[in-house]
């Protein structure tokens, strides 16, 4: 573990190599799962602004069940997450023409509709966040098996997690930070050579 500012992160973000392979997964990670993307609080009032916006992107059934309990719920585990289709399908997500799914909230956004990439915790993956009593933040490497075919592709590219993740970790703890993380992961390099 390393602490920088705030933050605990572990060395998985620096010794795992990451990069996402659409081809192979089809986006399953916004379709399997017990529960919806974790959200922040500020984070639900974002998704409810935006929803008329992205409104006609998303499938009849994500609309039926946003009417009913809105774009999130609390899980049960106490967490604010995004709503879910049947149990796991995360109503943000649509089926593109090659069969990948994908986020109704991204495609609204590269579209230039709307100015919210997408949840924090979705744009971070595989890194998952967890707010420490004191204060701190710890940034953790989640391993998932839908997600294998992107760890291999990763190690294949030499591609560490914290460098495919670059634009989300500047997005959630800002540039000045990131800095910080390239010149630890240099350090790190120097003591393993």
Not at 76 to 94: A, K, L, P, Q, W
């Given at each position: 573990m390393?602490?920088?500012?705030?933050?605990i992160i572990s060395m998985d973000l620096f010794d795992k190599q990451f990069c996402c392979d659409l081809s192979a997964c089809k986006g399953e990670c916004c379709i399997e799962g017990d529960s919806g993307a974790p959200l922040e609080e500020s984070e639900v009032p974002i998704l409810e602004q935006i929803l008329p916006v992205i409104w006609d992107d998303l499938s009849p059934v994500s609309q039926e069940v946003i009417k009913k309990q809105g774009v999130s719920y609390v899980d049960?585990?106490?967490?604010?997450?995004?709503?879910?289709?049947?149990?796991?399908?995360?109503?943000?997500?649509?089926v593109d023409e090659q069969g990948v799914c994908k986020c109704a909230i991204e495609k609204a956004c590269r579209e230039g509709r709307i100015d919210f990439y997408k949840p924090i915790s979705c744009y971070l993956y595989p890194v998952r966040l967890e707010n420490l009593r004191n204060g701190t933040v710890a940034i953790n490497v989640h391993r998932w098996k839908v997600c294998q075919a992107a760890f291999e592709l990763g190690k294949k590219m030499g591609l560490p997690v914290y460098q495919f993740l670059k634009e989300p970790l500047i997005r959630?703890?800002?540039?000045?930070?990131?800095?910080?993380v390239c010149i630890a992961?240099?350090?790190?390099?120097?003591?393993?050579?």
């Open positions: 390393i602490q920088i500012d705030d933050t049960i585990e106490g967490d604010r997450v995004t709503s879910i289709v049947n149990g796991g399908e995360c109503v943000f997500s649509y959630r703890f800002g540039a000045e930070w990131y800095e910080k992961a240099s350090e790190i390099e120097k003591i393993k050579r």
